[in-house]
């Protein structure tokens, strides 16, 4: 009798379909990703052990181990406002093309008797050269100023809903964190939040015991 000789059911993978929903997946995560907030620099900052996570939406301070204090106002809902105030009562003579490229800053690092030379270059200042924020003593201490132009942003709201946030390196000296502090209570300002790497709560603690509430 012949031979008959049955074909074989086609093994092929469809390569084209499987890129296709490859490629889907990787348009969503990045489409629905949302990026980390912008460093003005970066700082070794401590660890603690915290229960809280910091909202992305805020106004922080950071402060390097050389000193120097950077200002990033990551409250959408209060930035213009905060720039407008700060333009006038500091007469920085800042023109409608200065305010729109001071706007789309990251962060402010300089004093306000070169932060309109900074807006004018044609290439941004790097962080690296940036002389930071003068935060000196009460005459000296360009951060009152700036933090003043925050608080009146918030007129008429409860400053609880500020997010005051305060990210500083560990190698930095505390007369530096004193005049942040400084620039703080001059705007009566007592409350904000100190920046950490979170570590795990010690199996032998009270915190691990017993663990704080949800919305207590």
Excluded at 114 to 139: H, R, V, W, Y
Excluded at 172 to 187: D, E, H, L, M, V
Aim: overall charge positive; some cysteine; charged content about 25%.
């Amino acid at each position: 009798m012949p031979k008959v000789k049955i074909p074989r059911k086609s093994t092929n993978i469809d390569m084209t379909a499987m890129c296709d929903v490859a490629f889907l997946l990787l348009s969503f995560f990045i489409l629905a990703t949302k990026q980390k907030p912008p460093e003005a620099v970066t700082v070794s900052i401590p660890s603690s052990v915290s229960t809280k996570v910091a909202k992305e939406e805020a106004i922080l301070v950071t402060l390097t181990k050389d000193g120097k204090v950077f200002l990033m106002l990551g409250d959408k809902t209060h930035k213009d406002k905060i720039l407008d105030n700060i333009n006038t009562t500091k007469a920085l003579g800042l023109n409608a093309a200065e305010m729109a490229k001071l706007r789309k800053l990251d962060f402010i690092g300089v004093p306000f008797n070169i932060l309109k030379g900074s807006l004018d270059l044609a290439n941004p200042m790097p962080a690296q050269n940036m002389p930071g924020i003068p935060c000196g003593d009460s005459t000296n201490n360009e951060l009152t100023d700036w933090m003043r132009s925050v608080v009146g942003s918030y007129a008429g709201e409860n400053l609880d809903n500020m997010n005051l946030l305060v990210r500083g390196d560990n190698l930095a000296k505390y007369p530096a964190f004193k005049n942040i502090k400084g620039a703080f209570k001059r705007n009566d300002v007592y409350k904000f939040k100190i920046v950490t790497n979170p570590e795990g709560v010690p199996t032998d603690s009270e915190l691990y015991r017993n663990p704080p509430v949800p919305g207590k």
